[in-house]
């Protein structure tokens, strides 16, 4: 079974692009803007760590790579512990966009390079099926040297793709870089030229698999024959190197097969290889670039890469997997509350100044203190963690398939794919209990040290508000109390996927239930009452309840070391596994409810549904009163009039639908506001009969005076 300590809350097509958005200032305030101060009280329901900037006297290691010192210390001053505003302000940000069905944001529009080895087709014998439409590894029939001729890029072709073993050499070239073997070797002509005899027979691996597109040459200081010797770096079971043999052929490349190469290498930082051919290379100036490509069948370069099995860039960003609404450039509700920027002036230089008004920068309406400890929170021993995590190209949990079938997927999507879209929003479900013990890897570089604050850690701050509407404050409260859903969890800081972070906000507000409902009849307005039924919010507040689950754990790579070890990342896609939603996973471990707490699902259920159909009907009544207040002419009246009476039944049904449901709920502030409609039906029904008690005397008197003119 498939395994991961997170999941998605699936993107929405639809995004809510309020209505009001051009209005929003810091100058002009809303006639009905509010502004004010929330009371937040922040209790750590279990261990939590949120790193501090090294300080002289902390406890820290040394990141490996750079040496810099690691504090493990939690965020402090001068020993006092405390949570940043920023590390709550982004776990709200993200609840808010998506229980307002806002646009996903902060994604870079960088398309990620892929080399899957996992076999093209896959399955029992004889019914071996394809596991994705398009090759995710490139597979060079060709190779040639990169050059630069002017403005253009060409490549210098070669002969078929030799190989010539490791035993040729005197050295030792097994576990190098490709850097290092020509650091041994040399970079010149006279130490790469070498004389060599072809030979008809294909090169087998270490472990004696042959190969299908590597003819082998061996050296032969007789023959007139001579090739230039090529290094890649090491792999599993490499016992070679190349030997590429120019036929003074020259063909160029399309811009757009080189921009994809140099966005592979070139512009990779974690790309060794392609860091040491992009400063050999120097844009043309240097050294040509060994390369292996494939062509199409009309002969035209169609990728290329450094190695023999390339990478290749996928077609699609994760950007260009977003749905269109989430790619506009109107505001959503997270960008008018909390703001945003574009900063990138060539970015905005492709706009039109009606498009530039749109994505210009705005600046936030909510701020976020610091969250001080008060109640001095205990620290726990250091514990050491690998946190990884799978790239956002491992298209089995990154990427929405489409064609499944039970429990597996016929072919998957990938970026590759035109129809791939990404699975959502990324957070971690909340675990009943955090793990505590120290992982042992074999690289001790990959660990990451920390000391947590223990459970029961309590932290008080405020979240300050400045011209709000009330549906607006009606998000923001809904966002830190999951929409007043009992049971629901926030994670923040470090080393969530083991349990850690886990938290339970409490808020001081006068009157919250009335801005929240005023929230969510904005969305319902928007999603046809469909709101909190969505799937949107259904798997963001399951993720937010503790649960029992097992498997919630980042799988292994295995080790290539050993024989038997086994890489489940691999096995996975063999399998044909996805990863599901999470309210399907927590379905195969969720206790069965007992018939009394069905029944009471039941029962709030049936009473939402009632409440929905109340409130559109509230609407329709609310709307009638209103024509009522502002009527002035008596003609317009009796014409109300006459509508009222029309509508009288269904008012009538109204108001008994409503007094039935006074005896169901509870909530004052929902009693009061029902009552008062009643009150306020109830009076306009005295003022409807009253009046139409005038207008029949009014006619009467009419009616007498034709009478006496006629008599006379």
Same mark, same amino acid.
């Given at each position: 079974?498939?395994?991961?300590?997170?999941?998605?809350?699936?993107?929405?097509?639809?995004?809510?692009?309020?209505?009001?958005?051009?209005?929003?200032?810091?100058?002009?305030?809303?006639?009905?803007?509010?502004?004010?101060?929330?009371?937040?009280?922040?209790?750590?329901?279990?261990?939590?760590?949120?790193?501090?900037?090294?300080?002289?006297?902390?406890?820290?290691?040394?990141?490996?790579?750079?040496?810099?010192?690691?504090?493990?210390?939690?965020?402090?001053?001068?020993?006092?512990?405390?949570?940043?505003?920023?590390?709550?302000?982004?776990?709200?940000?993200? =609840?808010?966009?998506?229980?307002?069905?806002?646009?996903?944001?902060?994604?870079?529009?960088?398309?990620?390079? =892929?080399?899957?080895?996992?076999?093209?087709?896959?399955?029992?014998?004889?019914?071996?099926?394809?596991?994705?439409?398009?090759?995710?590894?490139?597979?060079?029939?060709?190779?040639?040297?990169?050059?630069?001729?002017?403005?253009?890029?060409?490549?210098?072709?070669?002969?078929?793709?030799?190989?010539?073993?490791?035993?040729?050499?005197?050295?030792?070239?097994?576990?190098?870089?490709?850097?290092?073997?020509?650091?041994?070797?040399?970079?010149?002509?006279?130490?790469?030229?070498?004389?060599?005899?072809?030979?008809?027979?294909?090169?087998?691996?270490?472990?004696?698999?042959?190969?299908?597109?590597?003819?082998?040459?061996?050296?032969?200081?007789?023959?007139?024959?001579?090739?230039?010797?090529?290094?890649?770096?090491?792999?599993?079971?490499?016992?070679?190197?190349?030997?590429?043999?120019?036929?003074?052929?020259?063909?160029?490349?399309?811009?757009?097969?080189?921009?994809?190469?140099?966005?592979?290498?070139?512009?990779?930082?974690?790309?060794?290889?392609?860091?040491?051919?992009?400063?050999?290379?120097?844009?043309?100036?240097?050294?040509?670039?060994?390369?292996?490509?494939?062509?199409?069948?009309?002969?035209?370069?169609?990728?290329?890469?450094?190695?023999?099995?390339?990478?290749?860039?996928?077609?699609?960003?994760?950007?260009?997997?977003?749905?269109?609404?989430?790619?506009?450039?109107?505001?959503?509700?997270?960008?008018?509350?909390?703001?945003?920027?574009?900063?990138?002036?060539?970015?905005?230089?492709?706009?039109?100044?009606?498009?530039?008004?749109?994505?210009?920068?705005?600046?936030?309406? =909510?701020?976020?203190?610091?969250?001080?400890?008060?109640?001095?929170?205990?620290?726990?021993?250091?514990?050491?963690?690998?946190?990884?995590?799978?790239?956002?190209?491992?298209?089995?949990?990154?990427?929405?398939?489409?064609?499944?079938?039970?429990?597996?997927?016929?072919?998957?999507?990938?970026?590759?794919?035109?129809?791939?879209?990404?699975?959502?929003?990324?957070?971690?479900?909340?675990?009943?209990?955090?793990?505590?013990?120290?992982?042992?890897?074999?690289?001790?570089?990959?660990?990451?040290?920390?000391?947590?604050?223990?459970?029961?850690?309590?932290?008080?701050?405020?979240?300050?508000?400045?011209?709000?509407?009330?549906?607006?404050?009606?998000?923001?409260?809904?966002?830190?109390?999951?929409?007043?859903?009992?049971?629901?969890?926030?994670?923040?800081?470090?080393?969530?996927?083991?349990?850690?972070?886990?938290?339970?906000?409490?808020?001081?507000?006068?009157?919250?239930?009335?801005?929240?409902?005023?929230?969510?009849?904005?969305?319902?307005?928007?999603?046809?009452?469909?709101?909190?039924?969505?799937?949107?919010?259904?798997?963001?507040?399951?993720?937010?309840?503790?649960?029992?689950?097992?498997?919630?754990?980042?799988?292994?790579?295995?080790?290539?070391?050993?024989?038997?070890?086994?890489?489940?990342?691999?096995?996975?896609?063999?399998?044909?596994?996805?990863?599901?939603?999470?309210?399907?996973?927590?379905?195969?471990?969720?206790?069965?409810?007992?018939?009394?707490?069905?029944?009471?699902?039941?029962?709030?259920?049936?009473?939402?549904?009632?409440?929905?159909?109340?409130?559109?009907?509230?609407?329709?009544?609310?709307?009638?009163?209103?024509?009522?207040?502002?009527?002035?002419?008596?003609?317009?009246?009796?014409?109300?009039?006459?509508?009222?009476?029309?509508?009288?039944?269904?008012?009538?049904?109204?108001?008994?639908?409503?007094?039935?449901?006074?005896?169901? =709920?509870?909530?004052?502030?929902?009693?009061?506001?029902?009552?008062?409609?009643?009150?306020?039906?109830?009076?306009?029904?005295?003022?409807?009969?009253?009046?139409?008690?005038?207008?029949?005397?009014?006619?009467?008197?009419?009616?007498?005076?034709?009478?006496?003119?006629?008599?006379?």
């Amino acid at each position: 079974m498939i395994k991961a300590p997170f999941n998605f809350v699936p993107l929405s097509e639809k995004v809510f692009f309020p209505p009001w958005a051009n209005q929003v200032s810091h100058d002009i305030p809303f006639s009905d803007g509010e502004s004010g101060v929330i009371d937040v009280t922040i209790t750590a329901k279990s261990p939590i760590f949120v790193r501090n900037h090294f300080q002289e006297g902390d406890s820290f290691y040394h990141e490996p790579t750079t040496g810099k010192k690691i504090s493990t210390k939690f965020c402090n001053h001068n020993g006092e512990f405390y949570i940043p505003g920023s590390t709550l302000k982004g776990e709200i940000r993200n =609840v808010f966009e998506i229980m307002s069905f806002s646009k996903m944001s902060f994604i870079e529009n960088q398309k990620y390079s =892929v080399r899957d080895m996992t076999p093209e087709k896959y399955g029992p014998r004889g019914d071996k099926k394809k596991l994705f439409d398009d090759l995710l590894v490139g597979k060079a029939t060709h190779c040639g040297f990169l050059v630069k001729s002017g403005n253009n890029y060409q490549i210098e072709e070669c002969e078929a793709i030799r190989a010539i073993k490791h035993e040729t050499f005197e050295v030792d070239l097994s576990d190098k870089t490709a850097q290092e073997k020509y650091d041994i070797f040399g970079t010149s002509d006279n130490a790469l030229n070498i004389k060599i005899k072809k030979l008809n027979s294909n090169i087998t691996d270490c472990m004696g698999k042959a190969s299908r597109r590597k003819r082998l040459a061996e050296y032969d200081d007789a023959s007139n024959t001579v090739g230039t010797l090529v290094f890649t770096g090491d792999i599993n079971n490499k016992c070679h190197e190349f030997v590429f043999i120019k036929n003074n052929r020259r063909v160029n490349i399309s811009k757009e097969v080189f921009e994809s190469f140099e966005n592979v290498y070139f512009k990779d930082e974690n790309s060794d290889s392609g860091q040491y051919w992009k400063d050999e290379f120097n844009d043309g100036l240097g050294r040509a670039v060994p390369v292996f490509y494939r062509k199409s069948n009309n002969g035209n370069i169609i990728s290329m890469g450094l190695t023999q099995l390339y990478k290749l860039e996928y077609k699609k960003s994760l950007y260009d997997g977003l749905y269109n609404d989430h790619k506009s450039k109107k505001s959503d509700l997270a960008q008018l509350i909390f703001g945003y920027s574009s900063s990138d002036n060539e970015k905005l230089s492709k706009y039109t100044d009606e498009e530039k008004k749109l994505v210009s920068a705005l600046k936030g309406r =909510v701020q976020f203190s610091h969250f001080k400890n008060i109640n001095e929170a205990q620290e726990l021993h250091e514990i050491s963690k690998v946190l990884n995590s799978p790239k956002a190209t491992y298209y089995p949990f990154y990427i929405k398939q489409n064609d499944i079938d039970g429990d597996n997927v016929n072919k998957y999507t990938t970026l590759m794919d035109n129809q791939a879209y990404i699975n959502g929003w990324k957070r971690y479900p909340v675990h009943i209990e955090a793990d505590l013990s120290n992982d042992n890897p074999n690289n001790e570089d990959i660990l990451t040290i920390f000391k947590p604050l223990d459970t029961g850690a309590v932290f008080k701050g405020k979240i300050r508000f400045h011209n709000l509407r009330k549906s607006e404050i009606g998000a923001l409260l809904s966002a830190l109390t999951f929409h007043n859903t009992r049971n629901c969890f926030h994670n923040i800081g470090m080393a969530k996927p083991f349990g850690f972070g886990k938290i339970k906000i409490d808020i001081n507000f006068e009157n919250k239930d009335e801005y929240i409902n005023e929230f969510e009849r904005i969305m319902n307005s928007e999603l046809n009452n469909e709101w909190k039924r969505s799937e949107q919010i259904q798997e963001l507040f399951k993720m937010a309840q503790e649960n029992g689950i097992e498997n919630l754990t980042y799988m292994e790579l295995g080790n290539p070391d050993e024989r038997h070890s086994v890489n489940e990342f691999t096995e996975v896609k063999k399998r044909r596994e996805y990863l599901k939603p999470y309210s399907q996973i927590f379905q195969q471990y969720e206790r069965p409810l007992t018939p009394e707490e069905q029944a009471e699902v039941n029962r709030l259920e049936d009473l939402e549904r009632e409440r929905l159909e109340i409130e559109l009907e509230n609407r329709k009544i609310t709307n009638f009163l209103e024509k009522v207040r502002n009527v002035t002419q008596t003609k317009e009246k009796i014409d109300l009039f006459n509508y009222w009476n029309t509508a009288e039944d269904s008012i009538k049904r109204n108001k008994n639908i409503i007094t039935e449901l006074l005896n169901k =709920v509870t909530k004052s502030n929902r009693i009061n506001k029902l009552k008062a409609i009643l009150s306020e039906i109830d009076e306009q029904n005295q003022q409807t009969n009253k009046n139409e008690v005038k207008v029949v005397n009014i006619k009467k008197k009419k009616k007498g005076k034709k009478k006496k003119k006629s008599k006379k």
